[in-house]
């Protein structure tokens, strides 16, 4: 008896030790040994409990104010009348300064989608191409009623989730 207390204060101990994001979970000998249930169902559920999945993903952020927005277009490659975008230009401001980038066709389908003009504070996801509109700057501030204040960070962030 006492060997099993001092195996399972050790095994306590480890896991307050480990911390709360290592899963743990404590399980009684008796537990197991039941005549309605098989061992093997209870081992198993306990061992579901138990395992832990922690998903780290790290996005390239780039937001700021937008002070230049061009789309860039050339004639349309299967030789009809009609132009295509090939890029977009988009100019970004933060309190740090200004940077221009160079665009996908499919991110500028995004920004119109935003209804996303000069003026306004945006979010792009460099990966995924997904651009959100935060709201429009101080200095527009008169014309519409949801304002933003300048961000503040530099425009190529790394976001955490």
């Known amino acids: 008896m006492l060997c099993r207390l001092r195996l399972r204060g050790c095994a306590q101990g480890?896991?307050?030790e480990l911390?709360?994001?290592v899963p743990f979970v404590p399980m009684v000998g008796s537990e197991v040994y039941s005549s309605e249930v098989k061992k093997v169902e209870i081992l198993m559920e306990n061992f579901?409990?138990?395992?832990?999945l922690r998903i780290k993903e790290n996005k390239e952020v780039y937001e700021g104010e937008v002070i230049e927005l061009t789309p860039e277009e050339t004639e349309n490659p299967l030789g009809g009348y009609?132009?295509?975008v090939s890029h977009?230009?988009?100019g970004l401001k933060t309190t740090k300064g200004t940077?221009?980038?160079k665009l996908d066709p499919s991110i500028y389908e995004s920004l119109q989608k935003e209804k996303v003009v000069v003026g306004d504070v945006i979010y792009i996801e460099a990966n995924s191409g997904?651009?959100?509109?935060v709201g429009r700057s101080d200095a527009?501030?008169?014309e519409f009623d949801l304002e933003v204040s300048m961000v503040e960070s530099n425009f190529n962030s790394q976001s955490e989730t």
């Open 14 to 16: 480890m896991a307050k």
């Open 19 to 21: 911390g709360p994001k």
């Open 48 to 52: 579901r409990r138990a395992i832990g």
């Open 82 to 84: 009609g132009k295509t």
């Open 88 to 90: 977009v230009i988009i």
């Open 99 to 101: 940077k221009q980038l």
């Open 130 to 133: 997904a651009v959100k509109r």
């Open 140 to 142: 527009y501030a008169t």
